[in-house]
Structures are given as C-alpha cells and as structure tokens.
C-alpha cells in the first residue's frame, strides 16, 4: 500500500509542544519536588529525556529519568507472534512519586494499560499521570492524557510516524494517509 | 526480530541469528529477577510441564522459576514419583501429558534423541532439558550468555572444554553454540574420553591439559559423571585430577581474565580445586543465575509461535 505523508508538526513546532508540556507539568506538580519521569520504549523514552531536559532549564533541578519496555505485559501475545522485548531501566525508587508516563502516540490505550501494570509491578507511585505527543483518539480503554502535544483527529487506516533525528530530538510527525 | 522455532530441541538446529535473539531477549528478562517482585504476567494462562526421566535439581528449579516468573502454571514430573516406574512407554506418558493441553513439555531424558521423538508425536512446544549424550542447548545458550557478560562478545574467544567429551551433552551443545558465535574451541580429555572424530564438528583436539588451556579466554570444566560410566575409563579419581583437574597453578597458563565456568554439580577436588571454585576468575554462579533469564527467553520465544505454524 502506498501512502501520502503530511507534516503535522515540525522540528520548531514539536519542540515548542514539549516546552508547553514541560510548563504544564510543573505547574500542575508545583515544580520538580517529588516528581519522576519515565518513558515508553521506543519513542516515548526519547520524548522523556527531552522533557527531562526542558524542565531542568526552566526549573534548575532535574526529574529521575526512566524507561519501560511493555513487551513483557502485551495483552496480544497469542494473535501477533513474538515481539522483541526491551529493556526496562529506572534506576529509582517509584513509591511516593507522582509518575509522568510519556509516550509519542496515544491510540487505543492498550500501551498505556500495559505500561502502568507495569509501572505498578516495580513499585507504588503516589499518582501516575500521562503526557502524549500526539492523541489521534480511537480509545479502547477508559483512558485520558494529561498533558497532549497535539489532537489529531484521525481515521484507523492512517498512521502516524514520530521521526527522531540522529541526537534521538524529536525532528518531525507526519501523518500517512493510504491512498487508494 | 524473526524467530519461528516451536521446538527447542539443540543447538544444530538453530541459525546464529536465533541465538542472538535468544540472548538479546534474556538480556531483557534479566532485570525482573533482581526486582522486589519478580513476576511478569507475558505467559498468563500457559501451562508447562516439566518432564525429567534424569535426577536434576539446578536445571529443573531453573526452568521452574523462569515459568513462573512469567506467570506461567508448571508442573513437575519426575520419573521416580509418576508411572514410568510402572512400565508406560515414553510415548503413552507424553500422550496422557498431551490429553490435559500443556503449552509447553520441557523434558530430559537418558535416552539421545527422545526430545526429537516426543516433538514429532505431539502439539506442544517441546524444550530439551538434556538428552542422553547428545545436546542440552539451554545449558550451552546460558554459557554464551555468561561469556558474553562478561568478555562483551564471543567472536574470536578462545575456549577450551576439559573434561569427559564423550559423554557431554554440554559439551557438544557449547560446541556448536561457540563455533555458529565465531569463537575457536578447544576439546580436551584422556583419549578413552574423547570422542572419535569430534575434530570434524569443528575443534581443536588436546590430550594435554596445560596446552589446551594456554592463553585460552574461557576455561570450561566438565563433571565427571560417576553415574554414566563404568570403571574402564578411569583408573582412578585421582590420577584424573592429577592430569585433567583444574588449579591455581595450572590456570595461570590461561590469560589473567580468563573465565572459570562449570555447569555444575561439581566434584570438589576432582575436577575443579576448591581454591579455583571459589576464586576470583570464576563465574559458575553467574551462569546458574544467568540460566533463569534464558529459560525465560526460551519459553516466551517459543510461545509467540502460532501453534498451526512450523
């Protein structure tokens, strides 16, 4: 299938979505205090680093960074064969912290729901909260972001690529509509 | 990632490629075991049957936890306590095991090739827990994962493999594992012990201990198996650690990092001196610890397989 490609965001324009999230979540969170970020492999853990890196300019304190691979807590092992299972690293304790979970795309929700399962196996945060680049809608699960980069209306047909550039900085989204 | 083996029935039969994957993905699972719960749910819903027709404590509890660590429900069998001992053939216990759906038979057995014989007989994924004398390819797997640990590749490791050749499963798996990785292996034994044509698998074959273990990277000793052999091929225990036990004096002719590995059980005193059990270059309980995670990898990598596929 082929499939034509519109630039969503740019490199200006997704940096200015993460500095905007960034703000946002130390205001909601009343600054870095007790506040841990960690990222979904393998887009939302380059995403956090550069929220990380955000809120350490704007605050002077850093967040502890970490990152999740959900390949183990998948709910669709049996029908998609098996997929490649990363690493999880958070070199901190997560009991007591208010989680920022960080992902490049929300879909169906179906990785948020694996994400905090496992997020919740490796301790007891005190909240989880979300931030997405992109929400293109299509829930499955009863849930929400908190801190969205961009709404994007989309049909289940399209996709959406998060492009990272060789310093793994978010560079590009592009929407790729199937032609017909 | 591509990975479509159902069976995990030896080494020979797994390309490079797939070993990669299997270490990369036990490299992965390794982080649960130090977690304060060490539990996934990936495996949730799947039965595995552990079959051991041979006494084994490490490899048994090793692929125990490995499924229960990813959820998985497994049941032990063992040959003293089920109805082997009342005269069932090998085909009609696995047959009774199949009529109850198990995912999974992880199976050991006396006889070389019983894990082929069972995985063409029934729908389960078979894993060879140790055939007879042929292969026991998690053992080898979690070797190369403990060289690759801690010498950061095996391409280009010098290995060398002391001990009974002939009567090694362990031995022919590392074989084929360590030579498919691009590393240079080293046999050596007394001759009554040594295989005959082993060289054309690819090895180097020593009777000298102190030769094949001179500037080797890994020195892998093997266990006397009391109980496989009669006494021709010994005279004694002794005159074999003599010749063929390993020692602080006779490991210095390795390189100054080299590896000491074992699969265990050891024979203190036989084949391994205490003081090089116990010393600084050995890694025998990170490969006891590392053999958890590659269960692990081995029983979810076989699990994504569809079962109408291979």
Redesign the interface.
């Known amino acids: 299938m082929t499939y034509s490609t519109t630039v969503i965001l740019d490199g200006p324009g997704v940096g200015r979505a993460l500095t905007r999230i960034a703000h946002e979540i130390l205001e909601y969170n009343k600054g870095v205090g007790n506040l841990a970020l960690v990222g979904i492999r393998s887009g939302g853990d380059r995403l956090a680093a550069e929220l990380c890196r955000r809120i350490e300019q704007i605050e002077g304190k850093t967040a502890p960074l970490g990152a999740i691979d959900i390949g183990m807590y998948r709910d669709d092992l049996a029908s998609r064969g098996t997929v490649e299972v990363g690493r999880t690293e958070v070199p901190f304790s997560l009991d007591g912290k208010n989680i920022v979970l960080v992902d490049d795309v929300l879909f169906t929700g179906r990785t948020i729901r694996a994400a905090m399962d496992a997020l919740i196996d490796l301790g007891r945060p005190r909240t989880i909260q979300l931030a997405v680049l992109i929400d293109r809608g299509h829930r499955e699960l009863p849930i929400r972001p908190d801190y969205v980069g961009r709404n994007l209306p989309t049909s289940r047909d399209e996709k959406i690529d998060v492009i990272f550039n060789a310093d793994n900085c978010a560079a590009e989204v592009r929407l790729l509509k199937p032609q017909v | ?1 591509e ?1 479509r083996h159902k069976h995990i029935l030896g080494i020979n039969e797994l390309s490079r490629d797939d070993i990669v994957t299997i270490l ?2 036990a ?3 390794k ?2 075991n130090s ?3 060490k ?5 949730r819903g799947k039965t595995i049957v552990n079959l051991f027709f041979e006494a084994s404590t490490r490899t048994r509890t090793s692929f125990e936890i490995a499924g229960k660590r ?1 959820s998985a429900d497994t049941i032990n069998i063992t040959a003293s306590s089920s109805s082997v001992t009342k005269g069932e053939t090998l085909e009609d216990t696995a047959r009774n095991i199949e009529a109850m759906n198990p995912d999974i038979i992880v199976m050991r057995h006396a006889a070389s090739g019983a894990c082929h014989y069972l995985a063409e007989r029934i729908n389960s994924s078979v894993i060879n827990a140790g055939d007879g004398a042929h292969e026991h390819p998690s053992q080898a797997l979690l070797d190369l994962f403990t060289m690759r640990q801690h010498k950061g590749t095996i391409e280009g490791l010098t290995v060398a493999i002391v001990g009974d050749i002939g009567h090694s499963r362990v031995a022919r798996s590392d074989l084929y594992a360590l030579n498919k990785m691009g590393a240079n292996v080293r046999l050596c034994g007394p001759g009554t012990m040594m295989p005959v044509g082993i060289e054309r698998l690819g090895a180097k074959i020593y009777t000298d201990m102190n030769e094949a273990i001179r500037d080797a990277d890994v020195v892998m000793m093997l266990r006397i198996q009391l109980e496989r052999q009669g006494k021709t091929l010994l005279p004694t225990l002794r005159e074999y650690a003599k010749f063929y036990g390993l020692n602080v004096n006779n490991l210095k002719l390795a390189k100054p990092d080299a590896l000491v590995m074992h699969p265990g059980p050891i024979n203190r005193g036989v084949e391994l001196s205490s003081y090089v059990a116990d010393g600084p270059q050995n890694v025998i309980l990170d490969q006891v610890e590392n053999g958890v995670a590659v269960r692990m990898a081995l029983l ?2 076989v ?4 079962r109408s596929e291979v």
Request: no cysteine.
């Open positions: 990632m990975f990369d993905t490299d992965s699972f982080e649960i977690r304060d719960i539990k996934v749910p990936t495996l990813l979810y990598l699990s994504g397989v569809e």
